[in-house]
């Protein structure tokens, strides 16, 4: 157990429909990162908040958000979801403010179906 | 754009083999190395990590090979076992971002 804690663990929805995914960090980390990881494209990094401040941008679309809130819990909003947005997703947490030299633990993701 | 490539794609040893997974990087910027082991329906667990004033890291089975000139590390495991057959990604980071390869499936074979 990673201490990383995502719900939910699945949700399918249809297409155009929006979701919330949540991602509580191990006690103490400061970064939350979300990734998305799906068969064709591999582990995507999304984007990462350090302490409530958004820190880096990946290859995040403009229909994602995502926030981070004072108890360090941070949330990825999907918004007009398209088939391929399936995938598993990712949040992982570390106590400083990158991942150059600090462990990076990953929570067991949340499986998202859009049908 | 992929900043990391890794292969092969997938491997299948025998038991008591050795598993090398080789990976390639290309911006200079990247200063840490870690190796991540995914088992099916988990996340990805920190296996091994090397920085690149270092050529080797040695960790149990588990040994990175760094080749900072031609920007290439890869992950031997020595003596593989049935248990060791996972998804392994290797990864470059540096202050505001970590990048994975592909990831490689090994399978183990007894």
């Known amino acids: 157990d990673s201490g990383v804690t995502q719900t939910p663990k699945h949700l399918i929805t249809a297409t155009g429909q929006r979701v919330t995914l949540r991602c509580s960090p191990r006690?103490?980390?400061?970064?939350v990162y979300w990734y998305q990881q799906s068969l064709d494209q591999g582990l995507q990094f999304l984007i990462q908040?350090?302490?409530?401040?958004?820190?880096a941008k990946g290859n995040i679309l403009e229909r994602f958000s995502a926030q981070q809130f004072p108890d360090l819990h941070s949330e990825l909003n999907l918004s007009s979801l398209e088939l391929g947005d399936s995938a598993l997703y990712f949040c992982?947490?570390?106590?400083?403010?990158?991942?150059?030299?600090?462990?990076?633990?990953f929570g067991e993701g949340s499986w998202l179906t859009v049908v | 754009q992929q900043q990391v490539k890794q292969s092969p794609q997938s491997l299948i040893v025998q038991k008591g083999g050795i598993s090398i997974i080789n990976c390639a990087y290309e911006?200079?910027?990247?200063?840490?190395f870690p190796w991540y082991q995914q088992f099916p329906g988990k996340g990805p667990a920190l296996l091994i990590a090397?920085?690149?004033?270092?050529s080797e890291k040695k960790e149990g089975r588990f040994t990175i090979s760094f080749n900072k000139s031609a920007k290439q590390f890869s992950l031997h495991i020595m003596d593989s076992q049935p248990g060791d057959s996972a998804t392994y990604f290797c990864?470059?980071?540096?202050?505001?971002?970590?990048?994975f390869g592909a990831g490689t499936r090994l399978t183990v074979k007894p």
């Open positions: 911006n200079t910027a990247f200063d840490y």
């Open positions: 992982a947490s570390s106590q400083g403010q990158g991942p150059s030299g600090n462990t990076i633990y």
């Open positions: 006690s103490g980390d400061l970064s």
């Open positions: 090397i920085r690149p004033d270092v």
């Open positions: 908040y350090y302490n409530g401040e958004e820190r």
């Open positions: 990864a470059a980071s540096y202050s505001t971002g970590m990048r």
